[in-house]
């Protein structure tokens, strides 16, 4: 593949990732929608982790695991420099969405999820920029 191409596809990822965060922000002080914002605010900063992972052409598991996904980011991306703990906004990925013995999202989980998905996703598209690269 080349480089044009590589970055189509990654253009790709980040539409999606850009629509999950724009959902989640539309969301934000809905009553009674917190985890849908926490599962899109997630589902937006795994996005935005794997565009570059696609780009790039590293294979990546099937996992919604931000840590692990961060960690196969080469060095010299912001994602990779990043000191935010990703875990808790990982466990949106699958708790929000079906009923268990964990606690229901609040609007306090979601203010810090859109948070942290508008940082991890900010810092990607500013990466690609950088490298001349720009969403539209």
């Not at 565009?51 to 960690?71: G, K, M, T, W, Y």
């Not at 708790?95 to 609007?107: L, N, V």
Request: proline share 3%.
């Amino acid at each position: 593949m080349n480089a044009i191409h590589e970055w189509e596809e990654a253009r790709k990822w980040l539409r999606y990732a850009t629509e999950d965060l724009e959902t989640a922000e539309g969301l934000l002080h809905s009553d009674g929608f917190a985890r849908h914002i926490c599962w899109h605010a997630q589902q937006s900063a795994e996005k935005s982790l794997k565009s570059i992972l696609v780009f790039l052409q590293v294979s990546f598991p099937r996992s919604h695991d931000l840590e692990a996904l961060r960690n196969l980011v080469p060095a010299g991306w912001a994602a990779t420099v990043q000191a935010m703990d990703l875990s808790g906004l990982t466990e949106w990925a699958v708790e929000s969405r079906y009923p268990g013995d964990w606690p229901e999202a609040t609007e306090e989980d979601a203010t810090s999820a859109v948070s942290q998905a508008r940082e991890v996703y900010r810092n990607v598209v500013d990466d690609f920029a950088s490298r001349g690269y720009r969403e539209h």
